[in-house]
């Protein structure tokens, strides 16, 4: 009776342990559904060079109508770019006067700053005055073969990409199977380039769709092998907080290339990249840096470039939740680097030839070299939720025994090293990491 009469009391009191314990369940559960990591990396086997030039590509937006990168030129000289990607060409800095008369005064003005950072351009040629497509083909032609000549002849800018047209399925209403379409602006615009620059080195390609749709990419394929048309580029945009669905579009890429060998070698851009393409909250805080080290983890081997989008801040808050896609904030808010700015920082400390690095999990992924005389073994872990914490073992295979320093570098944190003396092949590090975090391991001797 005692017990009946205390009943209801008992179970207000156990009632949130229970609630705690089911709750831990779910989260085991959850986590169970994911693998764990357990990395091991091959020292004996180098294979190729890394290629830096994955991540050190920037894609300006068309924020405003002026030279967005001069006041932050040593900024941007600093992350070691290799192209700087814009577009609005024609429309923002007035290019085209009429009547066969071009004015490049303003739009040498962003390329010269571009050259400045040690970077190449990248000319997404868009737009026309109202954003439809041409209304004079002709007119198009002279436009585009004055702009390959102006800048690969005249200004002798060796290595400059031209990309037709930028997000062509968002702006000026083109279509991949029926007209307006795509495929005829891309020739007209592509033997507008070739007549235009000559025999000097460039590439061309497109076409800088919204994000990856297979079927733009078929046709662009289908319709250049056709005519033999230049393609030396192919060319989307992708935002997205998780890493597989830009490994799904590698897929679908390579499945899509089996049907045509001629084009096995083209060049993979991504040419805008990011967590989202609308703001948010990730573009001012480490997350967004942490998914740009993910992003590369994954990418490296398979995609040639990406460009992050952007260096700078438009002049106006987008919400009230972030300031902007930026690397830096705009000038009115003092050009201040943002996370997403030094993980670009923290990605150029690698180099050297690439070794393999197996074992990755669900969360944490890596990446490694033999960079002169130290292993270098990039490991992020990532999880969009920021919830997911995790231990586990890296080992480093095929090490002669001996005295070692081991040197942790940590993004956005402080660096440790330690002596180690191994007897056997065989170094291995318990590594914890923190949700959104990634570290670069050192190994020398």
């Known amino acids: 009776m005692k017990l009946k009469k205390f009943l209801p009391f008992i179970l207000l009191l156990i009632l949130p342990l229970l609630i705690l314990a089911t709750k831990q369940i779910i989260d085991l559960r959850k986590d169970a559904a994911g693998l764990p990591a357990n990395i091991f990396i091959d ?72 050259l400045a950072t ?16 041409p209304a004079d083909w002709n007119q198009w032609y002279s436009l585009i073969k004055a702009t390959a000549k102006h800048y690969s002849v005249e200004k002798k800018i060796s290595g400059i990409y031209y990309e ?54 078929k046709s662009l394929f289908a319709s250049t092998a056709r005519s033999g048309i230049r393609l030396d580029f192919i060319s989307w945009h992708k935002y997205s907080k998780n890493p597989a669905d830009y490994l799904a579009d590698f897929y679908s890429l390579n499945k899509i290339l089996s049907n045509y060998p001629q084009h096995f070698d ?33 990418l490296t081997g398979k995609i040639h470039r990406i460009f992050t989008f952007e260096p700078v801040d438009g002049p106006n808050p987008r919400s009230n939740k972030s300031s902007g896609w930026g690397l830096i904030t705009h000038s009115s808010k003092g050009n201040t680097p943002k996370p997403r700015y030094y993980a670009i920082q923290f ?23 033999k960079n002169g005389n130290k292993y270098q073994s990039l490991i992020v872990n990532y999880d969009q939720y920021q919830n997911h914490s ?15 320093t081991v040197t942790i570098k940590r993004y956005l944190g402080k ?8 007897d056997t092949p065989t170094l291995t590090e318990n590594i914890y990491m923190t949700p959104n975090s990634a570290i670069i391991i050192e190994i020398t001797n």
């Open 347 to 369: 990605l150029n400390q690698l180099g050297g030839q690439l070794i393999p690095s197996n074992g990755d999990g669900t969360w944490v992924t890596s990446l490694s070299t």
């Open 164 to 217: 037709v047209w930028n997000e062509p399925d968002l702006f000026g209403g083109w279509h991949y199977a029926k007209d307006p379409n795509y495929t005829t602006l891309y020739h007209n615009t592509a033997r507008a380039v070739v007549d235009g620059a000559g025999n000097a080195p460039y590439k061309i390609g497109g076409p800088a769709i919204t994000a990856y749709y297979a079927n733009w990419i």
């Open 415 to 422: 660096t440790s090293s330690k002596k180690i003396t191994i």
């Open 43 to 114: 020292t004996q086997n180098p294979g190729s060079n890394l290629s830096t030039s994955l991540w050190q590509n920037l894609s300006q937006g068309g924020e405003e109508p002026v030279d967005m990168i001069k006041p932050v030129i040593g900024q941007i000289r600093a992350l070691s770019p290799k192209l700087i990607r814009i577009d609005h060409v024609f429309d923002f800095y007035k290019v085209d006067q009429g009547n066969n008369n071009y004015d490049f005064s303003r739009l040498d003005g962003v390329v010269d700053s571009i």
């Open 266 to 298: 083209v060049e993979r851009i991504i040419s805008e990249i990011g967590p989202n393409p609308k703001p948010d909250s990730w573009y001012d805080q480490s997350q967004s840096g942490v998914h740009l080290i993910s992003i590369v983890t994954q």
């Open 118 to 133: 040690g970077a190449k351009p990248m000319l997404s040629l868009s737009y026309t005055p109202d954003s439809k497509p």
């Open 390 to 404: 995790e231990t586990f073992p890296v080992s480093f295979k095929g090490l002669k025994p001996g005295a070692y």
